[in-house]
């Protein structure tokens, strides 16, 4: 089955540093998705992508569709205490939709 | 507006009794889906549905089944309940091949 592999797992940074974390897959996808998770809550969407190359920005935050349709990465920029919390990609075809294991990012302040 | 929206949100069982766990969105979604997720891990797709009065299996389907009761209500069964299934319970709906949007959960515990 489609598998996404998401790394790194987990991330500790400091206040005002940029993050960079990354999925790929084996399987070509029509659509990436990127959702942050906060503790007790469902994931809530930050960014979609639905073009191969595209690149999207939402604020700090810019994300990419891989020409290849395999991989995507999302960037923060200048981190604050609230980016913590779990990032997950996803990736949607034929229908279903697969997620990572997510990257949990811890923000000093 | 309410989305999605998930019931119960938490619920205990013993070993080997049933229940359902009931989704419904209002935002006119044809795809439907479920997902279990376990503490520090990711979200695994259980069943999906791509339209009303179809359904398929995810990447954990075993123990589990699923109704598309109409386009807007999707519910998750489990027959005889098992400590492995222990979790946090998530709905998601979606159109074709677009972002999906979650319900809060519903936080399962199999004693």
């Known amino acids: 089955g489609q598998q996404l592999n998401q790394s790194p797992q987990s991330m500790f940074i400091q206040e005002g540093e940029d993050v960079s974390m990354n999925c790929t897959s084996s399987?070509?996808?029509?659509?990436w998705l990127w959702y942050k998770q906060d503790p007790g809550e469902g994931p809530v969407l930050l960014i979609a992508?639905?073009?191969?190359?595209e690149l999207t920005s939402n604020g700090r935050l810019t994300a990419q569709f891989g020409i290849t349709r395999k991989d995507s990465f999302l960037n923060i920029s200048a981190s604050i205490p609230s980016d913590v919390g779990i990032y997950f990609c996803?990736?949607?075809?034929?229908?279903?939709?697969?997620f990572g294991a997510g990257t949990r990012l811890t923000v000093k302040p | 507006n309410a989305g999605v929206t998930q019931t119960p949100k938490f619920q205990v069982l013993k070993t080997g009794q049933s229940m359902t766990l009931q989704c419904a969105q209002d935002?006119?979604?044809?795809?439907m889906y479920w997902y279990r997720q376990d503490p520090g891990m990711g979200l695994r797709l259980i069943y999906y549905?791509?339209?009303?009065?179809?359904?398929d299996k995810g990447e954990v389907p075993n123990g589990y089944n699923v109704s598309r009761l109409n386009k807007r209500e999707f519910s998750l069964r489990l027959e005889s309940a098992a400590p492995s299934q222990t979790s946090v319970y998530f709905c998601?709906?979606?159109?074709?091949?677009?972002?999906?949007?979650f319900g809060q959960g519903t936080r399962l515990t199999v004693v």
């Open positions: 998601a709906s979606s159109w074709v091949n677009t972002e999906a949007f």
């Open positions: 399987s070509i996808f029509n659509t």
């Open positions: 992508l639905y073009k191969a190359g």
């Open positions: 996803a990736g949607v075809g034929n229908n279903d939709m697969r």
């Open positions: 935002m006119n979604h044809n795809s």
């Open positions: 549905s791509a339209s009303e009065g179809t359904t």
